[in-house]
């Protein structure tokens, strides 16, 4: 079955950076596109971050814009969020997210359990 | 920026009965790309309906989504004990930026 699972969040300072992996499997990582969706109990539901099947298309949401960078590595089954100059606002729980189509859609229709990243100092 | 209001808050209800829970867009959703989830204590969402009225593989035929333009829905025809979630509407019109609402509570009465 589909799965997504991510790794590497924790506690982080101010101004540090980040890198959170997701490994899937249970599907052809190369047929779909990807996103990072964020959670928090104040804002809600945020995409942050995807990436089109091939890689060669990419969205940042403007509160990340400059500071956060997805990429894939389809022979591995992997993608990536690298976070930098992390701020106390980017704490939230993280989900990997599998869009319905190959091209960034928007549809989220498999979701990894969530990690949480806390910013403070 | 498309901003979606759903309403009511919270819906209380008895296992056996309808649900019927309203996500309002600020200005017209592209094709009717607008999604629907169910998210439940400690898990992640789990998308329901997509297109505003296709449901997702493996999602019962009691949730059906309805609506067309600013005004959407998604019904619940007769809750089960494992309905009693968070429901939280999405759209995904022709570019991001994606947006959420903020989410209706189902719990039982």
């Known amino acids: 079955q589909v799965q997504l699972v991510e790794s590497g969040g924790g506690v982080v300072r101010p101004g540090r950076s980040l890198r959170l992996s997701c490994v899937v499997s249970?599907?052809?990582?190369?047929?779909?596109?990807m996103e990072w969706v964020r959670q928090t109990p104040g804002k809600g539901l945020e995409c942050v971050a995807a990436?089109?099947?091939?890689?060669?298309?990419?969205y940042y949401a403007d509160s990340v814009k400059g500071r956060f960078s997805v990429f894939r590595d389809n022979s591995r089954n992997k993608v990536f969020l690298q976070m930098t100059n992390l701020r106390p606002e980017d704490t939230a729980v993280y989900y990997c997210?599998?869009?319905?189509?190959?091209?960034?859609?928007?549809?989220?229709?498999?979701w990894g359990q969530g990690i949480l990243v806390t910013v403070s100092s | 920026e498309v901003v979606l209001t759903q309403s009511p808050g919270t819906l209380s209800l008895s296992p056996g009965e309808r649900a019927t829970l309203s996500c309002r867009a600020s200005?017209?959703?592209?094709?009717?790309?607008l999604a629907w989830y169910q998210q439940k204590p400690g898990q992640a969402p789990r998308l329901l309906i997509f297109?505003?009225?296709n449901r997702a593989t493996g999602i019962p035929d009691r949730f059906s989504g309805s609506g067309s333009g600013t005004d959407f829905a998604l019904t619940i025809s007769s809750l089960e004990p494992e309905d009693f979630a968070v429901y939280y509407c999405?759209?995904?019109?022709?570019?991001?930026?994606?947006?959420f609402g903020h989410g209706t509570k189902v719990e039982i009465k």
């Open positions: 997210v599998r869009d319905m189509a190959g091209e960034i859609r928007g549809i989220f229709d498999y």
């Open positions: 249970g599907f052809t990582l190369s047929r779909h596109a």
């Open positions: 990436i089109s099947y091939n890689g060669t298309s990419k």
């Open positions: 200005q017209g959703v592209s094709s009717n790309f």
């Open positions: 297109d505003s009225a």
């Open positions: 999405q759209q995904y019109g022709t570019s991001p930026p994606w947006t």
